[in-house]
């Protein structure tokens, strides 16, 4: 069964940057683009960007330019996300999705992991 | 960017009953193959968020058929006949027509 296991739970400086991740399993890992939602406490969803493992292909939104940046390992099945300069804004849970091409839809989605930054 | 905006329920929903959740787009959500990119999530508390539809109104593998999805280019109605307690959380669209994918700010579901 496809499964998407997100690292776990960050405490970060201001300033700094982290590098969180999501190992997928139960499908052909690079076949499917690899989506990010960050989540804000309290907060809706918003949409970061995503990562075609197959070739390295992004695709950002422009908001998270500089932010964030997306790349894969295709012998671990596993994507990430590096979000540097980070500010209490960054707090939030990260979600990684995997979209599906068939239907356009984010059809599986990781535990989320949440980013706390804090001095 | 495509703004889009949610409804309020009124809220506690009488187990049983039926519930309507509304969305609305700033910018038609039909492509020009006919499709409507619009999908509907539930994440319930402490969870991720799951798939309960899309292309506007095609349920997603093993979401139960009392969620129904209908609406135009720009307004969108998710339906929950029969509610029941598993069905509480809060419910988000989401444009996939272009991007930056956008999602609504949510709407939330009690029970009573």
């Known amino acids: 069964q496809v499964q998407l296991q997100q690292s776990g739970a960050e405490l970060v400086k201001p300033g700094s940057s982290v590098k969180i991740s999501c190992k997928a399993s139960g499908y052909t890992f690079t076949s499917y683009d690899m989506h990010w939602i960050k989540q804000q406490p309290g907060n809706g969803l918003e949409w970061i960007g995503w990562i075609y493992p197959g070739n390295g292909n992004t695709k950002y939104n422009q908001k998270f330019n500089g932010k964030a940046t997306l790349t894969a390992d295709k012998s671990s099945s596993t994507a990430y996300m590096q979000l540097s300069s980070l500010t209490s804004e960054d707090s939030a849970v990260y979600f990684c999705?995997?979209?599906?091409?068939?239907?356009?839809?984010?059809?599986?989605w990781g535990q989320g992991v949440m980013v706390t930054v804090s001095s | 960017d495509i703004v889009m905006t949610q409804g309020v329920l009124p809220n506690p929903v009488p187990s049983g009953e039926s519930a309507s959740i509304t969305c609305r787009s700033s910018k038609s959500l039909v492509y020009k193959d006919g499709k409507t990119y619009l999908n509907w999530f539930l994440q319930r508390p402490g969870q991720s968020p799951q798939l309960l539809t899309y292309w506007m109104s095609t349920r997603a593998s093993g979401v139960s058929d009392r969620f129904s999805g209908s609406g135009s280019g720009t307004y969108f109605t998710l339906k929950i006949s029969r509610v029941r307690a598993e069905d509480a959380g809060v419910y988000y669209c989401?444009?996939?027509?272009?991007?930056?994918?956008?999602f609504g700010a949510g709407t939330k579901l009690e029970l009573k």
């Open positions: 989401q444009q996939v027509r272009e991007y930056p994918h956008t």
């Open positions: 999705a995997r979209w599906n091409y068939g239907s356009y839809d984010l059809d599986y």
